[in-house]
């Protein structure tokens, strides 16, 4: 278990550094997180290297017995580079270049980008590959974050069109006929002729957006994976790592597919943020973490935990006394086994002056080093249950391309695809049952329950799974908008919705609608949940059931003929179909009634009270967490505000 600071000592005067690594040894910390952002430091003119600042930092951290995570310094060209090179500067879909000066400004498509970074990398890796104190190795730094997964400049718009070319074949008749081009007369005579799509009057073709989605992903998992390619060269037994930010099922790149070239996936936690009026909601935070579990389906870091107030130009709200080591604390709980708070000291300089660290710009040790300290004291405590797995029967599974397909078109303007994630998420969560949020390609062996919230896309090979999973015992639970359309993003002729399911879910969506705020409607239930009332809302899909059985159906004079809530018995199993959105008392029932046709052991908690077990056998413990600003109770241990108890299990009457 590595517990240590993200520490910039490039930011500082050099006579800090001793009295800086004492305090870090002072906290508790076994290592330091270096040299992200230090590419014009290693090579201040092009190709003269020096690495001897970074030399003296790690010498002096290994006598006090530190580890160190090294960071390849991509997100942050040189401005000599930028001078030389002024292609490697992405663009906005105006066409004008993102001037240096930030971050993240790189095209993920310029060659002079690949070739450069190969050079700073590879300089590092020969310099530093005996080096026994680096146990890791971070590429890049948040590959998409703010807006840098989208770049409209002229080198994606040729890579686009060989991405194109070599999908089709070199066949554009083959792309003409998949994307159904003669609509409004859009035929191409040659991959040249295929624009990006950046703003027209109306809208681009679903499937061109699609594949553009998909082309963005693909841009940055290739540039992942050569760094990750690059360092294995090099350093035999490295560890890669990569610090992915919040937001990940919003943006234009899949982060599993990023994963799959890395040993560990990191995560940087912000569980509140500059312009925020107050933290995410626990549940939302420990979705977040759910997710970056699910990425690679393994514990994961957190190479960014927060102990102040964040922000840019906008100053943030500042953590209350416990708030945050009980968010460290939540991490650890949910999976992460290695953390490291950003950071040691608040920056006096530059962009982040606002981003508070664990010192402040005064350099005084006050409340949040002494919080720090006592985390890092307890929490190596339970490195042997905290490195076991965590163990969850239900998982929330996504696909990167149904994800994308609602961006393109969002068909409610109340949807929010990860927001409905998190309603399902929240049912277990209250319940303290642990969720995995997995993508599609996943191994399903071992759950006993899956929702599919608007998987659009119909994929045959992910729907054969389904079924086989649903037959072999489990539960299933399908969503409005699941399976509407094939992989072109693009509706099926002859097919009945949803796509290939509907003889299997024993229903098919015989209309469609999509509401507004204020346009909800009534839903009565029947059969297992007879006399249960409530509303739903969002979208609604009108159901005929072939099959399957009515739990609830519309309430309204038009669709009463319509069920809205299903469920049919597969083989061992069971498939519900959700046809709209419910309101939490209603969700509840019907969730809960698909968790006890799998006993799970629902453990409900008071609002804001959060238990997680760890480890197996007698060597297991509880996690009690208390997200509340006010004492709070649970099975009779009283936890202050902001509180959390680790208890050892076979200790628990």
């Given at each position: ?5 993200d ?59 530190l ?11 040189p ?60 590429i ?43 609509f409004w ?10 624009p ?38 090099i ?44 933290p ?9 973490l ?34 945050a ?8 709980a ?38 720090v ?21 239900v ?27 998190q ?6 969560y ?6 995995d ?27 054969e ?33 949803p ?95 698909a ?58 009457q």
């Amino acid at each position: 278990m590595f517990l240590g600071v993200d520490y910039y000592p490039e930011q500082w005067s050099p006579s800090m550094l001793e009295g800086d690594l004492d305090n870090i040894c002072e906290l508790g910390c076994n290592a330091i997180r270096i040299a992200e952002f230090g590419w014009h430091l290693m090579e201040k003119t092009e190709g003269q290297f020096d690495f001897s600042f970074f030399d003296h930092v790690i010498d002096r951290a290994k006598a006090r017995g530190l580890s160190i995570v090294m960071g390849t310094p991509t997100a942050t060209i040189p401005a000599w580079l930028a001078k030389k090179h002024p292609e490697i500067l992405s663009e906005f879909e105006d066409g004008s270049k993102r001037v240096f000066g930030g971050r993240h400004v790189y095209c993920f498509n310029s060659p002079a980008m690949y070739t450069y970074s190969q050079r700073i990398i590879r300089a590092m890796a020969e310099h530093y590959k005996d080096e026994k104190a680096i146990v890791a190795w971070q590429i890049d730094n948040e590959l998409g974050h703010e807006d840098s997964d989208i770049c409209w400049c002229g080198q994606c718009k040729q890579a686009f069109q060989r991405y194109l070319h070599e999908k089709f074949h070199g066949d554009i008749q083959a792309l003409n006929e998949t994307y159904g081009t003669t609509f409004w007369s859009q035929e191409y005579n040659d991959f040249d002729e295929i624009p990006l799509p950046a703003r027209t009057i109306t809208t681009h073709n679903p499937a061109l957006r699609l594949d553009w989605e998909r082309f963005r992903s693909q841009s940055i998992e290739r540039f992942a994976a050569f760094q990750a390619r690059l360092l294995r060269e090099i350093i035999p037994g490295v560890t890669v790592i990569h610090d992915f930010p919040g937001g990940g099922l919003q943006k234009h790149v899949d982060y599993s597919a990023v994963s799959k070239c890395l040993d560990i996936a990191a995560y940087n936690n912000y569980p509140v943020w500059g312009g925020q009026r107050e933290p995410l909601a626990p549940h939302e935070i420990a979705f977040g973490l759910d997710y970056i579990r699910g990425l690679k389906g393994q514990n994961f870091w957190i190479t960014e935990a927060i102990m102040g107030a964040q922000g840019h130009d906008v100053t943030g709200f500042s953590p209350r006394p416990n708030q945050a080591k009980m968010w460290a604390y939540q991490g650890m709980a949910r999976g992460c086994e290695s953390m490291f708070f950003f950071r040691y000291r608040g920056a006096t300089k530059g962009a982040e002056q606002f981003c508070y660290g664990i010192l402040d710009a005064d350099n005084v040790k006050r409340r949040k080093f002494y919080e720090v300290q006592s985390f890092f004291h307890t929490i190596r405590q339970y490195a042997s249950q905290l490195e076991t797995p965590v163990e969850s029967k239900v998982a929330i599974v996504y696909d990167y391309d149904s994800l994308a397909a609602f961006r393109i078109q969002r068909q409610s303007m109340l949807l929010d695809c990860q927001g409905e994630m998190q309603k399902y998420h929240k049912f277990f969560y209250d319940r303290n049952i642990p969720v995995d949020v997995i993508p599609a390609d996943r191994d399903l062996s071992g759950y006993q329950m899956l929702i599919l919230p608007q998987m659009i896309i119909a994929k045959p090979e992910f729907q054969e799974k389904i079924k086989a999973f649903a037959e072999q015992g489990g539960t299933v639970v399908l969503t409005w908008r699941d399976f509407v359309k094939d992989s072109d993003n693009n509706l099926v002729l002859g097919k009945q919705i949803p796509v290939d399911f509907d003889v299997f879910a024993g229903v098919c969506v015989a209309e469609t609608e999509s509401l507004q705020q204020g346009q909800e409607f009534p839903l009565v239930g029947e059969g297992a949940l007879a006399g249960l009332q409530g509303q739903g809302g969002i979208f609604r899909d009108m159901l005929l059931t072939q099959g399957a059985e009515v739990l609830l159906r519309y309430g309204d004079a038009f669709y009463g003929e319509f069920a809205a809530v299903t469920r049919k018995t597969q083989g061992q199993g069971s498939v519900y179909y959700l046809g709209c959105d419910l309101e939490e008392p209603v969700l509840a029932r019907v969730l809960k009634r698909a968790a006890a046709e799998q006993s799970l052991p629902l453990e409900p908690s008071q609002p804001g009270v959060e238990v997680v077990y760890r480890g197996t056998g007698e060597d297991q413990i509880r996690m009690i967490l208390n997200h509340n600003a006010r004492e709070m109770g649970y099975e009779g241990e009283i936890l202050a505000p902001f509180q959390c108890v680790i208890q050892p299990v076979s200790n628990i009457q």
